[in-house]
């Protein structure tokens, strides 16, 4: 065992770097899928802004034998003594809990669904920590920008698997003999690219900043610090909580561009995931109509995901010296044009829709009704 492993288990005592889910308590969740509902983990108190930890007004709701599991049921979303703290505190155990679940799965590489959700997890985190941040007191040494750090390398390592899928189960199939043989090439520099992003991904895995920021958020959930924000109830600042997020949404360039390898709509992308996050925190809050919306950014999200994927692709089959600008590949040019021509179409369509005056002014009073 390395000293840097040593190091980690005396903060954060664990058998190994790929059992990190032993950290965050016996609690089970039901579903540790990456679209989890938001869950309550009914051992979880609030604490003080002290040091010291203190009564909390929600120990009589947790420990109600209403609360048959860990996760957030009506009755505790109901309870008004639910403080925002508590509910974030609750939202990052979910998240460090998958982060721990999937390390040995990703490490292993033999399939890259544990890769998606791990990003996706790191996602979440991330949103959960910027969101609920003024309610929390946390560590110095747990930042946006060590877990940003991680979630690079697992961006680029995720972002060619989805290339090589693309190009072995959409596109080779529909190609000539001769197109086929063209893109051996390519797809031999694609696997060497992801196995040198991989070997990146497992340094930063096993980095110690990597180690000691989950060490020290472990530490940090057993004596969760709440600012005196994040110890007022929860249900009266459920806007509050979102708004950051969805404020300025429709003001974002990309949603008037006219050309579909703009950078404005990879930049708007990010912008709808984080509002998407944002409001899935809170969906247990939302109107059916709400949720609707959360469904509408679900397939933004998703189109945007396609158009830069197929920019992507394109950009690194001209690197790799078969160029399309060379007409050596008609067949898959003409593929990659089709793909491209049909998801712009369905994002400017959805686009259209959600920009509409109706549309916006009915999403507006449902985000000002949250928790009424």
């Known amino acids: 065992m390395t000293a840097l492993m040593r190091d980690f288990m005396r903060e954060a005592p664990m058998q190994d770097a790929t059992s990190l889910a032993a950290q965050v308590g016996d609690a089970q969740v039901g579903d540790d899928t990456a679209s989890d509902e938001p869950a309550y983990d009914k051992s979880v108190g609030d604490k003080s802004v002290g040091d010291v930890a203190q009564p909390s007004p929600l120990d009589p709701v947790l420990t109600s034998p209403v609360l048959t599991s860990p996760v957030l049921s009506s009755p505790v979303l109901s309870c008004p003594a639910l403080s925002s703290g508590a509910y974030a505190l609750d939202l990052i155990q979910r998240q460090v809990r998958r982060l721990g679940k999937l390390q040995g799965e990703v490490l292993a590489d033999r399939d890259p669904e544990p890769l998606h959700q791990l990003r996706v997890s790191l996602r979440r985190l991330r949103t959960a920590l910027s969101q ?7 560590p110095e040494s747990v930042t946006d920008r060590r877990i940003a750090a991680v979630a690079r390398r697992t961006g680029l390592c995720r972002d060619l698997d989805v290339l090589q899928l693309r190009l072995q189960q959409q596109l080779l199939p529909r190609l000539p003999d001769d197109e086929q043989q063209a893109l051996e090439g390519p797809m031999k520099r694609l696997a060497r690219d992801r196995s040198q992003a991989f070997d990146t991904l497992k340094e930063a895995l096993h980095s110690s900043r990597y180690l000691k920021l989950l060490a020290r958020l472990h530490k940090w959930q ?3 610090r709440y600012t005196p924000l994040g110890q007022l109830p929860l249900a009266a600042w459920l806007y509050d909580w979102q708004a950051p997020f969805t ?13 579909p390898t703009a950078e404005a709509l990879h930049d708007l992308r990010k912008r709808i995931k984080a509002a998407r996050y944002a409001l899935e ?3 247990d809050w939302c109107e059916p109509a709400l949720k609707a919306w959360i469904q509408e950014l679900r397939q933004a999200q998703e189109l945007l995901g396609e158009l830069h994927d197929l920019q992507i692709l394109s950009h690194s089959l001209a690197a790799s010296g078969n160029t399309l600008k060379s007409h050596r590949l008609p067949v898959l040019r003409s593929e990659l044009e ?5 998801h712009w179409l369905r994002w400017r369509e959805l686009a259209q829709r959600l920009q509409q005056d109706s549309h916006r002014r009915a999403i507006h009073r449902q985000l000002l009704e949250l928790g009424r």
Do not use: C, I, N
Not at 132 to 138: D, K, N, R, S, Y
Not at 247 to 259: I, K, M, Q, R, S
Not at 338 to 342: I, P, S
């Open 132 to 138: 609920f941040g003024p309610a929390l007191v946390l």
């Open 281 to 283: 925190h809170l969906e």
């Open 247 to 259: 404020a300025a949404l429709f003001l974002h360039p990309g949603w008037t561009v006219e050309d």
């Open 338 to 342: 089709g793909q491209q021509a049909e």
């Open 222 to 224: 057993q004596r969760p």
